[in-house]
Protein backbone atom coordinates (compact mmCIF):
# COMPACT_ATOMS: atom_id res chain seq x y z
CA UNK A 1 0.00 0.00 0.00
CA UNK A 2 1.87 3.55 -0.79
CA UNK A 3 0.10 6.00 1.70
CA UNK A 4 0.34 9.63 1.19
CA UNK A 5 1.38 11.46 4.27
CA UNK A 6 2.02 15.01 6.15
CA UNK A 7 4.39 16.25 8.81
CA UNK A 8 3.22 19.09 11.17
CA UNK A 9 4.80 20.60 13.99
CA UNK A 10 3.92 22.34 16.95
CA UNK A 11 6.31 24.31 19.23
CA UNK A 12 8.61 21.00 18.11
CA UNK A 13 6.21 18.35 19.23
CA UNK A 14 5.81 16.82 15.01
CA UNK A 15 3.21 14.48 14.12
CA UNK A 16 2.19 12.20 10.56
CA UNK A 17 -1.11 13.81 10.02
CA UNK A 18 -3.20 11.79 7.18
CA UNK A 19 -6.29 11.87 5.29
CA UNK A 20 -8.36 8.85 6.75
CA UNK A 21 -11.87 10.02 5.38
CA UNK A 22 -11.74 6.90 3.14
CA UNK A 23 -10.88 4.30 6.01
CA UNK A 24 -8.26 3.05 4.12
CA UNK A 25 -5.12 3.41 7.17
CA UNK A 26 -5.05 -0.17 9.15
CA UNK A 27 -5.12 1.71 11.96
CA UNK A 28 -5.55 -1.43 14.38
CA UNK A 29 -1.64 -2.37 13.11
CA UNK A 30 0.01 -1.02 16.23
CA UNK A 31 3.53 -2.47 14.72
CA UNK A 32 2.71 0.00 11.44
CA UNK A 33 2.26 3.04 13.58
CA UNK A 34 5.14 2.66 15.64
CA UNK A 35 7.34 1.81 12.68
CA UNK A 36 6.18 4.72 10.72
CA UNK A 37 6.79 6.57 13.57
CA UNK A 38 10.57 5.70 14.17
CA UNK A 39 12.99 7.82 13.74
CA UNK A 40 15.22 6.12 12.00
CA UNK A 41 13.81 3.41 10.30
CA UNK A 42 10.27 5.39 9.76
CA UNK A 43 9.44 9.06 8.49
CA UNK A 44 9.70 10.14 12.63
CA UNK A 45 7.07 11.60 14.91
CA UNK A 46 6.05 11.72 18.54
CA UNK A 47 2.67 10.38 17.07
CA UNK A 48 0.47 9.89 14.40
CA UNK A 49 -2.60 11.19 14.00
CA UNK A 50 -5.63 10.52 11.38
CA UNK A 51 -8.36 12.92 10.15
CA UNK A 52 -11.71 10.98 9.53
CA UNK A 53 -15.34 11.93 8.74
CA UNK A 54 -17.85 13.12 11.44
CA UNK A 55 -21.80 12.81 11.47
CA UNK A 56 -22.07 15.89 14.02
CA UNK A 57 -18.38 17.68 13.61
CA UNK A 58 -16.42 18.83 10.83
CA UNK A 59 -13.57 16.03 11.64
CA UNK A 60 -12.43 13.83 13.92
CA UNK A 61 -9.26 13.67 15.19
CA UNK A 62 -7.89 9.73 15.97
CA UNK A 63 -4.62 10.21 17.47
CA UNK A 64 -1.92 7.17 17.93
CA UNK A 65 1.08 7.42 20.27
CA UNK A 66 4.72 6.28 18.76
CA UNK A 67 4.52 3.30 20.50
CA UNK A 68 1.60 2.29 18.41
CA UNK A 69 -1.44 2.23 20.58
CA UNK A 70 -4.71 4.67 20.60
CA UNK A 71 -3.86 7.87 22.52
CA UNK A 72 -5.22 9.81 24.81
CA UNK A 73 -5.67 13.64 24.01
CA UNK A 74 -3.03 15.60 22.30
CA UNK A 75 -3.32 19.32 22.79
CA UNK A 76 -0.18 20.32 20.08
CA UNK A 77 -1.71 17.44 17.78
CA UNK A 78 -5.06 19.08 18.16
CA UNK A 79 -3.37 22.16 16.95
CA UNK A 80 -2.03 20.78 13.90
CA UNK A 81 -5.19 18.57 13.08
CA UNK A 82 -6.63 22.18 12.74
CA UNK A 83 -3.66 23.65 10.33
CA UNK A 84 -3.90 20.32 8.77
CA UNK A 85 -7.68 20.45 7.99
CA UNK A 86 -7.04 24.09 6.93
CA UNK A 87 -4.54 22.71 4.33
CA UNK A 88 -7.48 20.29 3.17
CA UNK A 89 -10.15 22.68 2.82
CA UNK A 90 -12.03 21.30 5.30
CA UNK A 91 -12.32 24.60 7.82
CA UNK A 92 -11.79 28.05 6.81
CA UNK A 93 -10.72 30.01 10.47
CA UNK A 94 -12.21 28.51 12.70
CA UNK A 95 -13.77 24.88 13.32
CA UNK A 96 -15.42 22.80 16.41
CA UNK A 97 -13.96 19.00 15.78
CA UNK A 98 -14.42 15.90 17.91
CA UNK A 99 -11.91 14.27 20.15
CA UNK A 100 -11.46 10.96 21.92
CA UNK A 101 -11.61 13.47 24.85
CA UNK A 102 -14.98 15.04 23.65
CA UNK A 103 -15.89 18.27 21.46
CA UNK A 104 -13.12 20.96 21.10
CA UNK A 105 -13.29 24.34 18.92
CA UNK A 106 -10.66 26.17 17.44
CA UNK A 107 -9.62 29.37 15.67
CA UNK A 108 -6.90 30.41 13.10
CA UNK A 109 -5.22 33.74 13.41
CA UNK A 110 -2.05 35.17 12.44
CA UNK A 111 0.05 31.98 11.90
CA UNK A 112 -1.64 30.90 15.63
CA UNK A 113 -3.88 28.10 16.60
CA UNK A 114 -6.53 28.44 19.60
CA UNK A 115 -7.41 25.03 20.90
CA UNK A 116 -10.16 24.70 23.64
CA UNK A 117 -9.89 22.58 25.81
CA UNK A 118 -11.84 20.62 28.52
CA UNK A 119 -12.78 21.95 31.62
CA UNK A 120 -10.82 21.14 34.55
CA UNK A 121 -12.66 20.51 38.01
CA UNK A 122 -10.25 17.76 39.70
CA UNK A 123 -7.08 19.57 40.75
CA UNK A 124 -4.84 17.30 43.34
CA UNK A 125 -2.08 18.87 45.41
CA UNK A 126 0.64 16.73 46.94
CA UNK A 127 3.79 17.50 49.20
CA UNK A 128 5.57 17.51 45.95
CA UNK A 129 3.67 17.34 43.22
CA UNK A 130 0.23 18.42 41.62
CA UNK A 131 -1.43 15.69 39.58
CA UNK A 132 -4.54 17.07 36.79
CA UNK A 133 -5.72 15.42 34.06
CA UNK A 134 -6.10 17.66 30.75
CA UNK A 135 -7.41 15.18 28.44
CA UNK A 136 -4.01 13.47 29.07
CA UNK A 137 -2.80 12.93 32.83
CA UNK A 138 -0.44 15.01 33.94
CA UNK A 139 2.19 14.64 37.21
CA UNK A 140 3.92 18.03 37.99
CA UNK A 141 6.85 18.95 39.52
CA UNK A 142 8.24 22.51 40.66
CA UNK A 143 11.69 23.58 41.25
CA UNK A 144 14.47 25.42 40.13
CA UNK A 145 17.39 24.36 37.96
CA UNK A 146 15.45 21.77 35.35
CA UNK A 147 17.93 22.28 32.87
CA UNK A 148 20.36 19.73 34.63
CA UNK A 149 17.95 17.48 34.85
CA UNK A 150 17.37 13.98 32.95
CA UNK A 151 14.15 13.80 32.05
CA UNK A 152 14.42 10.58 30.24
CA UNK A 153 15.90 8.74 33.51
CA UNK A 154 13.65 10.91 36.15
CA UNK A 155 10.91 11.26 33.99
CA UNK A 156 10.53 7.15 33.47
CA UNK A 157 11.17 6.37 37.14
CA UNK A 158 7.91 8.67 38.07
CA UNK A 159 5.66 7.81 35.06
CA UNK A 160 6.28 3.71 35.80
CA UNK A 161 6.51 4.13 39.84
CA UNK A 162 3.34 3.97 42.16
CA UNK A 163 0.45 4.75 41.76
CA UNK A 164 0.46 5.26 37.97
CA UNK A 165 2.51 1.56 36.84
CA UNK A 166 1.89 0.16 33.51
CA UNK A 167 -0.92 2.81 32.93
CA UNK A 168 0.89 5.87 33.23
CA UNK A 169 1.45 9.47 33.55
CA UNK A 170 3.30 12.34 32.05
CA UNK A 171 5.81 13.98 34.07
CA UNK A 172 6.28 17.46 33.77
CA UNK A 173 9.56 19.33 35.65
CA UNK A 174 8.53 23.02 35.74
CA UNK A 175 10.94 26.36 36.92
CA UNK A 176 9.01 29.45 37.22
CA UNK A 177 10.99 32.39 35.38
CA UNK A 178 8.23 35.66 35.86
CA UNK A 179 5.06 36.44 37.71
CA UNK A 180 3.12 34.54 34.46
CA UNK A 181 5.79 32.52 32.60
CA UNK A 182 7.26 28.92 33.10
CA UNK A 183 9.66 27.20 31.97
CA UNK A 184 9.04 23.44 31.08
CA UNK A 185 10.11 20.08 30.10
CA UNK A 186 8.06 16.78 29.67
CA UNK A 187 8.45 13.38 29.85
CA UNK A 188 5.77 11.76 27.57
CA UNK A 189 4.00 8.23 28.07
CA UNK A 190 3.74 6.35 24.85
CA UNK A 191 6.95 8.22 23.27
CA UNK A 192 8.57 6.85 26.51
CA UNK A 193 11.49 9.89 25.74
CA UNK A 194 11.18 13.57 26.72
CA UNK A 195 9.55 15.99 24.01
CA UNK A 196 10.30 18.92 22.87
CA UNK A 197 6.83 20.10 23.60
CA UNK A 198 3.44 19.32 25.05
CA UNK A 199 0.53 20.97 24.96
CA UNK A 200 -2.08 19.06 27.71
CA UNK A 201 1.31 19.22 29.76
CA UNK A 202 1.40 23.19 29.14
CA UNK A 203 -2.18 23.25 29.74
CA UNK A 204 -1.78 21.34 33.45
CA UNK A 205 1.01 23.14 34.03
CA UNK A 206 -0.65 26.51 33.81
CA UNK A 207 -3.60 25.52 35.46
CA UNK A 208 -1.36 24.35 38.61
CA UNK A 209 0.55 27.00 38.66
CA UNK A 210 -2.42 29.16 39.46
CA UNK A 211 -4.33 26.16 41.99
CA UNK A 212 -1.18 26.45 43.85
CA UNK A 213 -1.00 30.36 43.74
CA UNK A 214 2.55 30.71 42.20
CA UNK A 215 0.66 32.89 40.13
CA UNK A 216 -2.59 34.88 39.81
CA UNK A 217 -2.58 35.06 35.90
CA UNK A 218 -4.98 33.71 34.17
CA UNK A 219 -3.00 34.08 30.81
CA UNK A 220 0.62 32.02 31.40
CA UNK A 221 3.31 31.53 28.87
CA UNK A 222 4.90 28.43 28.77
CA UNK A 223 8.57 27.93 27.28
CA UNK A 224 9.13 24.44 25.91
CA UNK A 225 12.14 23.09 24.24
CA UNK A 226 10.58 23.69 20.86
CA UNK A 227 9.38 27.04 21.40
CA UNK A 228 6.37 28.84 23.08
CA UNK A 229 2.89 28.55 24.45
CA UNK A 230 0.12 30.11 25.70
CA UNK A 231 -2.68 29.10 28.15
CA UNK A 232 -5.40 31.09 29.32
CA UNK A 233 -8.46 30.49 31.25
CA UNK A 234 -11.28 31.94 33.37
CA UNK A 235 -11.76 30.34 37.08
CA UNK A 236 -15.00 30.28 38.74
CA UNK A 237 -16.16 28.29 41.92
CA UNK A 238 -12.60 26.65 41.70
CA UNK A 239 -13.42 25.40 38.03
CA UNK A 240 -11.45 26.03 35.20
CA UNK A 241 -13.43 27.06 32.09
CA UNK A 242 -12.32 28.39 28.98
CA UNK A 243 -9.07 26.96 28.78
CA UNK A 244 -7.41 27.90 25.41
CA UNK A 245 -4.02 26.43 24.75
CA UNK A 246 -2.47 28.82 21.84
CA UNK A 247 0.41 28.25 19.78
CA UNK A 248 1.94 27.81 16.27
CA UNK A 249 1.32 24.78 13.90
CA UNK A 250 3.36 24.43 10.55
CA UNK A 251 3.32 22.11 7.61
CA UNK A 252 7.15 20.38 7.55
CA UNK A 253 6.73 18.58 4.43
CA UNK A 254 4.54 16.19 2.58
CA UNK A 255 5.36 12.73 1.19
CA UNK A 256 4.56 9.06 0.16
CA UNK A 257 5.82 5.78 1.68
CA UNK A 258 4.92 2.32 0.67
CA UNK A 259 4.07 0.01 3.74
Not at 54 to 71: L, P, R, V
Not at 195 to 215: D, F, R, S
Amino acid sequence: MNLHFYKYQGAGNDFIMMDNRALLFPKNNQSLINKLCDRRFGIGADGLILLENSINYDFKMTYFNANGKEGTMCGNGGRCIVAFAKELNIIEISTTFEAIDGEHTATLKKGLISLKMMDIDTIEEFDNHTFLNTGSPHHIIFQSDIDTINIKDKGAKIRYGKPYFEEGANVNFVEQISDDAFKMRTYERGVEDETLACGTGATAVAIAANKTNKTTANSIKLKVLGGKLEVSFNVKNKIYTDVFLTGPAVKVFEGNITI
